[in-house]
Nanobody
Framework: QAQLVESGGGLVQPGESLRLSCTAS????????IGWFRQAPGKEREAVSC????????YYADSVKGRFAISYDNAKNTVHLQMDKMKPEDTADYYC??????????????????????WGKGTLVTVSS
């Protein structure tokens, strides 16, 4: 069974760091673009950062650019999201998703959620003093 599983969420203080992981099983992320999305209660889902293994492209939302970094670990079939200098407004459920034959910008901006090939179930990130 193909699936994505997020891990690494938790409670951190403003200014601190957290690293999320998205591990694929049943398929190889080498053939996919991967995106990190987040959704806070009462708000729409927003794209955070995306990566494509077809051309090594990346995309970052303006709100996280310079603070977050997405990376791919081929050996572990895992995509990470390193989150530094975290802010309370980063608080949300974080989801990863995968789609084949897609650029980083496309999966973050253009691909409808229902068209994703795989979604994880999410991990909660809370930034609070």
């Amino acid at each position: 069974q193909a699936q994505l599983v997020e891990s690494g969420g938790g409670l951190v203080q403003p200014g601190e760091s957290l690293r999320l992981s998205c591990t694929a099983s049943g398929f190889l992320l080498d053939n996919y673009a991967i995106g990190w999305f987040r959704q806070a209660p009462g708000k729409e889902r927003e794209a955070v950062s995306c990566l494509s293994n077809s051309d090594d492209s990346t995309y970052y939302a303006d709100s996280v650019k310079g603070r977050f970094a997405i990376s791919y670990d081929n050996a572990k079939n895992t995509v990470h999201l390193q989150m530094d200098k975290m802010k309370p407004e980063d608080t949300a459920d974080y989801y990863c998703a995968a789609h084949g034959l897609t650029t980083a910008q496309s999966i973050c901006i253009d691909v409808p959620g229902d068209d994703m090939d795989h979604w994880g179930k999410g991990t909660l990130v809370t930034v609070s003093s």
